[in-house]
């Protein structure tokens, strides 16, 4: 799978909104763009995904640039609870097959009260 | 409904021993991967099982082994313990393996804590 990058953290205040980078400058025409996050003393939870058009859903929404090679998790309001690592994660369509998810080392996302 | 849940959630060994940690997945969910996640590090990709046959392997020694039971249960087996193994062992499970339209959102455990002395 394509390497991402992300910052190794990022401070918000709460009831901000949030906007989390992530570079995927090798990314391939059938990677989807996953965002999941890490709270802490759990596994980690799925947020989104994205192959070209942004995308909302309850949690969170992503964008991506028009030429794939960025994309932005997109938190409208920041909570205490929102205080986690976020992992940017390309995905190759696999078609039924079984690679894992390539995980990095995320962003720490601090919420100050 | 009951999500991916995994036993022990704490565990303590020495070098040299065997440590069997087990998960069992979402109900209907018949593919589960396991991830090995170290301090400070994101999860690492261990092995992945659908229909009670291994569909994918990480970069992981052969004292690493794993079997998924007729029920979609797994078991994952590491012999030979090293301080290294010292680690947060993730479970996830999902539908399908992995892909399908790529909506395979993966749903995880909260994970055995596994410390080698």
């Known amino acids: 799978d394509a390497k991402t990058t992300q910052p190794n953290s990022m401070e918000s205040n709460e009831e901000e909104p949030v906007h989390l980078p992530c570079n995927h400058s090798t990314i391939s025409g059938t990677d989807y763009i996953h965002w999941y996050r890490q709270l802490p003393s759990q596994g980690p939870e799925y947020v989104i995904h994205g192959l070209t058009s942004n995308v909302n859903n309850r949690m969170a929404s992503l964008a991506i640039a028009e030429d794939r090679k960025s994309s932005t998790l997109i938190l409208h309001r920041a909570t205490l609870r929102d205080a986690a690592v976020y992992y940017c994660?390309?995905?190759?369509?696999?078609?039924?097959?079984?690679?894992?998810?390539?995980f990095g080392k995320g962003t720490h996302l601090i919420i100050q009260p | 409904d009951a999500g991916v849940t995994q036993s022990p959630t704490h565990l303590i060994k020495t070098r040299g021993q065997h440590v069997t940690l087990r998960c069992s997945p979402i109900s209907g969910h018949k593919s589960v991967s396991w991830y090995q996640q170290v301090l400070g590090q994101g999860p690492q990709f261990i092995f992945q099982?659908?229909?009670?046959?291994?569909?994918g392997r990480g970069n992981f020694p052969d004292r690493f082994s794993a079997r998924q039971f007729p029920n979609y249960s797994s078991e994952l087996n590491v012999n030979a313990l090293l301080l290294g193994d010292s680690a947060l062992y993730l479970c996830a499970s999902s539908l399908l393996p992995g892909g399908q339209g790529n909506t395979g959102e993966l749903f995880f455990g909260e994970g055995s804590r596994l410390t080698v002395l």
């Open positions: 994660i390309l995905r190759g369509y696999s078609g039924g097959g079984a690679d894992g998810l390539t």
């Open positions: 099982y659908y229909e009670k046959e291994e569909r």
